[in-house]
Nanobody, 124 residues
């Protein structure tokens, strides 16, 4: 599976942005998909994940209520709708695909495939 993230950019605090991650390959629908982010000088951190069917979603506390993950298995694409953006949301955002168990869904190791990242910059 190859992943290609897009949609990043420079926005102001309070604005919205939607990221997309398009995947190639036939097994897209069998993977849990996640978004992680990495700010300068910081470790990569979990943002959100969605299970294969889209029925279960998981969010970091820092984004819950502001971000929404969704997927379209027919289009091999996962989305991240980001609302009420804050300067602390500034980071490179990565999409990832894997088969994590629930206890590891917010860790990077169970995700086999990673996109190249897209930069989101939120100005105050």
């Amino acid at each position: 599976v190859q992943l290609q993230a897009s949609g990043g950019g420079l926005v102001q605090a309070g604005d919205s942005l939607r990221l997309s991650c398009a995947a190639s390959g036939d097994s897209f629908s069998t993977y849990t998909l996640g978004w992680f982010r990495q700010a300068p000088g910081k470790e990569r951190e979990f943002v959100t994940a969605i299970r294969r069917s889209g029925g279960s979603t998981y969010y970091a506390d820092s984004v819950r209520g502001r971000f929404t993950i969704s997927r379209d298995n027919a289009k091999n694409t996962v989305y991240l709708q980001m609302n009420s953006l804050k300067p602390e949301d500034t980071a490179v955002y990565y999409c990832a695909a894997g088969r994590p168990i629930l206890s590891a869904i917010a860790t990077t190791s169970p995700y086999y495939y990673w996109g190249q990242g897209t930069l989101v910059t939120v100005s105050s």
